[in-house]
C-alpha cells in the first residue's frame, strides 16, 4: 500500500504452510491468535538465517498488531522482546534492504505509540540510534524517511528523557537533511511526519531547538509549509513545529530571512476556512511565540495581514480555549511593540474581538486573561483608542471586566490580566475611568490585592490602576469638568495607601511594582492631610526611601519616589521628621546625581530635597553633609533653560541656605550666587510671565536672600556679581505680581543692610 516490494517465503516453524504468494505470509499470520503472531515475529525476527523477505513481513505483522487502539498487543510485544529483536534486525539488515528498514520503523512506530513503557524499552536498548542510522542511510527513500521520522516523533511524544538520547544519537541532523532532501518528493505523508518528528524531538527542550536551528530545521518546515501551503495536516504540524523552534530567541530571528511569519499567517488563514481547530491552535500559538520580543516579525506579522487572520479565529473556533489564548497572545505581542501596531490592531477589530470573547466565554480563565492582557496592551498610552472599549450596544468593556472578575476571582492569572485592563482603561478616556472609579470596581479591585498579595503580576496592575483613576489630572464627564478626588477619597476610605504601602513592602525588589507604588502613593497623597497622615503612619515613607535606595538608577522609580516624597512632605511637618528618621534625604540626593541630565527626574528629586529640607534642620544639615548643595546646582548647571528644573533647584537651594551657615558657605563657595543670578537674567529675558516662571522668580530671589541672610562673604558675592541689576529686573517683568516684588524687595534690603 505504500509502493515498498513486500518480500514472501515463510520461515519458521510457528508459521502455517509455504507462501503461495509475496503477502501469503502476512495474510496467514493474520489468522493467528495474538500470542501466535508475536512468538512467530520473535522467531523470525531473531533467526539469523531467515530471508529478507520473513524478516520485513515479521516487522509489517508487529505493525498490523500494534495500532493506537491496541495498548494490550503493544505490551505483550514489549514483554516478549519484540522491541529489541526489531532493533537487532535494524541494526544488523536495515541499512542494506529498504523494506526491512521501512517495516522496522513502521514497527517501533506503532508499539510505542501511547506507551510510555515502550518508550522506555526504546530508549534504553538502542532502537533510537539504530532508526536514527536508517535514517542517514536510506534517505534517498521517502518512504523509510517518513516512517524514521515518525518512530523518532513516537519516541519522544511525551518522554522526555527520549529527547535528550535523540540528541546525542544526531537524531535532528538527520531529520532535517531528510526534509532538505524530499521537500519537492516527499508528498504530503513525508511532509506530516518530518515537521510532527522536529516539533516533539524539540518540545520543552532547549537543546534540542538549539541544534535544530543551527542545522536548518527552520528553513525546512517553512520550505514545506509553503510546498504544501493547501493541506490542512501539514498545516497544523508544520504550524507544531514553529511553535517549538520560535521559543528560542536565534530562531525568531531566523523566521525573518525564512519568512515564517507568512507561511503561519497562511496556515492560520486556511484553517480558518477548512474549520480545521487543531491547525489554528498551532498556528496561533506559533504565531504568539515567533512575535515575542521581534518587532522585525510583527511588522512581517501586519503586512502579511496577521491581525485579520487572528480577528477572525475566535469567530470561527469560539469554544477552543488554545486557539482563545494564542490569538490574544498574538494581538498583545503586536501591540506591545510599538503604537503604529498597537493602532493597526485596534483598528484591525482586537478590541471588538476581545470584547466579544469577554462576553461569550466570561468563565473560561485562560482566554479570560489572554484577552485580557491583550486588551491591556491595545490600550495603554494609547489615547485615542479607548473610545473603541465601549460597545455601545451592549456594554461597556470595563463592566464586562468587572463582570469576569467576580466569576473568576479565584485565579491569580485571569485576576492579574483583568485589573491590568482596568489599569489601561482608567489611563485617560473619561467614561471609562469614570467606571473604573465606580465604587464597586475600587473596592473590588482592592478587595483583589489583599487576597493575591503574593503575586508581583496583581501587585503590578492593582497599584497601577490605583495610581491612574487617582490621578490628579482632571476630566470632561458630561460637559463639566470633574477632578478626580471623589475616586481618591474613596481609595483612601478602603485602604488604598496601607494596601498599596504593603504590596511595595512585599514586592521591594521588583522596580515595576515599586514604580506604580510610588506613583498611586503619590497620587493617593496630593493634597489630602488625611491620606498624607496615614502615609506617615503606615510605614509607607520607609518603603518609598527603600524603594529609591535599591532602584536608584531605574528612571521611573526615581521620578515617582521622589515625587512621593515631595507630595508626602508638603504642608506636613510631621512628615518631614519621619522622612529625616526613614533616611530618605539620602537616596533623593543620590537620585539628583545619577539623573543629571534627566528633566523629568530632576524636577521631581529637586522638589524633594526642597520639601525635605523646608523648615527642618536636621534634614538641611544631613543633606548638606552628603553634598545636597552641590548636587542640586549641578542639576541646574545641566538644564539651565529647563524652567521647572530650575524653579525647584532654586528652591531647594533656598531651604538648604536657610539658618544654616555651613550650607550658606558652601552655596557661596559652590558658585550658587553666579548661578541663581545667570537664572533669573536669563528668565528674565524671555519676557515670559506665567505661573511657572513667576514661581521660579520668586524662588530665585528668596534663594539669594537666604544666600546673604547673616553671611557677610554671600553678600560680597552678590554685589560682585551685579545681582540687584537682576532684582530690579525681576521687579520690572513681575510689576504686577505683589508677592515676586515683595520677594525680590526682601533680597535688595539685605544686599543694601
Request: proline letters at 3%; hydrophobic letters at 45%.
Amino acid at each position: 500500500g505504500d509502493g515498498v516490494v513486500v518480500g514472501g517465503g515463510g520461515g519458521g516453524d510457528a508459521f502455517p504452510g509455504p507462501a503461495a504468494s509475496p503477502r501469503a505470509s502476512v495474510s496467514a499470520a493474520s489468522g493467528l491468535s495474538t500470542a501466535d503472531q508475536i512468538s512467530w515475529a520473535c522467531g523470525i525476527l531473531r533467526d539469523a538465517g531467515a530471508s529478507n523477505g520473513d524478516v520485513q513481513d515479521a516487522c509489517r505483522v508487529v505493525f498490523n498488531m500494534c495500532s493506537a487502539t491496541k495498548t494490550a498487543n503493544q505490551n505483550a510485544c514489549a514483554n516478549a522482546g519484540v522491541v529489541e529483536a526489531v532493533v537487532q534486525v535494524l541494526e544488523g539488515r536495515g541499512s542494506l534492504h529498504d523494506g526491512i528498514a521501512h517495516w522496522g520503523c513502521r514497527a517501533l512506530h506503532n508499539m510505542t505509540g501511547n506507551n510510555k513503557s515502550t518508550k522506555a524499552r526504546c530508549g534504553g536498548c538502542g532502537a533510537i540510534p539504530a532508526v536514527v542510522r536508517v535514517l542517514r542511510v536510506q534517505t534517498a527513500s521517502a518512504m523509510t524517511a517518513k516512517w524514521a521520522c515518525a518512530a523518532l516523533q513516537n519516541f519522544c511524544a511525551n518522554y522526555d528523557p527520549n529527547r535528550a538520547a535523540c540528541l546525542r544519537a544526531g537524531a535532528i541532523p538527520a531529520v532535517v537533511t531528510a526534509m532538505q532532501r524530499h521537500v519537492q518528493d516527499g508528498g504530503v505523508g513525508f511532509a506530516i511526519k518530518a515537521c510532527g518528528a522536529v516539533g516533539v524531538l524539540c518540545a520543552k527542550s532547549e537543546p534540542n531547538v538549539h541544534e535544530c536551528g543551527n542545522r536548518g530545521g527552520v528553513e525546512a518546515v517553512v520550505s514545506f509549509l509553503t510546498r504544501y501551503h493547501d493541506v490542512p495536516e501539514v498545516a497544523r504540524w508544520g504550524c507544531f513545529a514553529m511553535q517549538s523552534l520560535a521559543t528560542l530567541p536565534a530562531n525568531r530571528d531566523r523566521c525573518v530571512a525564512a519568512r515564517a511569519v507568512e507561511a503561519v499567517e497562511h496556515a492560520l488563514t486556511l484553517a480558518n476556512e477548512a474549520n480545521q481547530v487543531d491547525a489554528a491552535e498551532r498556528a496561533t500559538a506559533a504565531l504568539a511565540l515567533m512575535l515575542k520580543d521581534h518587532p522585525q516579525n510583527v511588522a512581517a506579522c501586519c503586512a502579511a495581514g496577521g491581525v485579520a487572520a487572528l480577528v477572525q479565529s475566535p469567530r470561527t473556533f469560539f469554544a477552543s480555549t488554545k486557539v482563545g489564548v494564542g490569538v490574544f497572545r498574538a494581538l498583545r505581542r503586536i501591540a506591545e511593540t510599538d503604537p503604529t501596531f498597537q493602532d493597526r490592531c485596534c483598528e484591525g477589530g482586537g478590541v471588538a474581538a476581545a470584547l466579544k470573547v469577554l462576553g461569550s466565554q466570561s468563565k473560561n480563565a485562560p482566554v479570560v486573561a489572554a484577552a485580557c492582557h491583550a486588551l491591556a496592551a491595545m490600550l495603554v498610552n494609547n489615547i485615542k483608542q479607548h473610545r473603541r472599549l465601549r460597545d455601545g450596544a451592549v456594554q461597556c468593556g470595563v463592566t464586562r471586566v468587572m463582570a469576569a472578575l467576580q466569576g473568576l476571582g479565584n485565579s491569580v492569572t485571569v485576576v492579574e490580566a483583568c485589573v491590568k485592563m482596568l489599569w489601561a482603561a482608567a489611563q485617560s478616556e473619561a467614561v471609562n475611568r469614570s467606571q473604573c472609579g465606580a465604587p464597586k470596581c475600587i473596592r473590588l479591585v482592592l478587595h483583589l490585592l489583599q487576597h493575591c498579595m503574593h503575586d508581583r503580576g496583581v501587585a503590578h496592575a492593582a497599584c497601577g490602576f490605583v495610581a491612574n483613576v487617582c490621578q490628579k489630572k482632571k476630566v470632561r464627564v458630561a460637559h463639566e469638568v470633574h477632578p478626580n478626588e471623589g475616586n481618591k477619597l474613596l481609595c483612601g476610605s478602603e485602604g488604598a495607601v496601607e494596601l498599596v504601602t504593603q504590596a511595595l513592602e512585599a514586592h521591594i525588589s521588583d522596580p515595576g511594582v515599586a514604580h506604580r507604588a510610588c506613583k498611586a502613593l503619590h497620587n493617593l497623597a496630593g493634597s489630602n492631610a488625611e491620606h498624607k497622615f496615614k502615609v506617615g503612619e503606615c510605614g509607607a515613607i520607609r518603603g518609598v526611601a527603600r524603594a529609591l535606595e535599591r532602584h536608584v538608577r531605574v528612571e521611573k522609580v526615581a521620578r515617582w519616589g521622589c515625587a512621593a516624597l515631595q507630595n508626602f512632605c508638603a504642608n506636613c511637618n510631621p512628615n518631614r521628621v519621619k522622612c529625616g528618621e526613614a533616611g530618605a534625604v539620602r537616596p533623593v540626593v543620590a537620585c539628583v546625581e545619577t539623573h543629571r541630565n534627566n528633566a523629568t527626574v530632576l524636577e521631581k528629586a529637586c522638589g524633594a530635597v526642597r520639601m525635605l529640607t523646608l523648615k527642618n534642620d536636621v534634614n538641611r544639615a544631613v543633606c548638606g553633609q552628603i553634598g545636597g548643595v552641590a548636587a542640586v546646582l549641578s542639576a541646574v548647571r545641566a538644564l539651565p533653560h529647563d524652567a521647572v528644573v530650575v524653579r525647584w533647584g532654586f528652591g531647594a537651594l533656598q531651604s538648604l541656605a536657610c539658618d544654616n551657615a555651613d550650607n550658606q558657605r558652601t552655596c557661596g563657595e559652590k558658585g550658587c550666587v553666579d548661578e541663581v543670578a545667570r537664572g533669573l537674567a536669563f528668565f528674565c529675558d524671555a519676557d515670559e510671565t506665567g505661573i511657572k516662571f513667576k514661581l521660579l522668580a520668586g524662588n530665585g530671589c528668596l534663594a539669594l536672600a537666604s544666600f546673604m541672610d547673616g553671611c557677610p562673604r554671600n553678600r560680597q558675592l552678590c554685589e560682585a556679581a551685579k545681582v540687584s541689576d537682576v532684582l530690579w529686573r525681576v521687579k520690572a517683568v513681575f510689576q504686577r505680581d505683589t508677592t515676586v516684588c515683595r520677594k525680590a524687595d526682601a533680597a535688595l534690603q539685605l544686599l543694601a543692610s
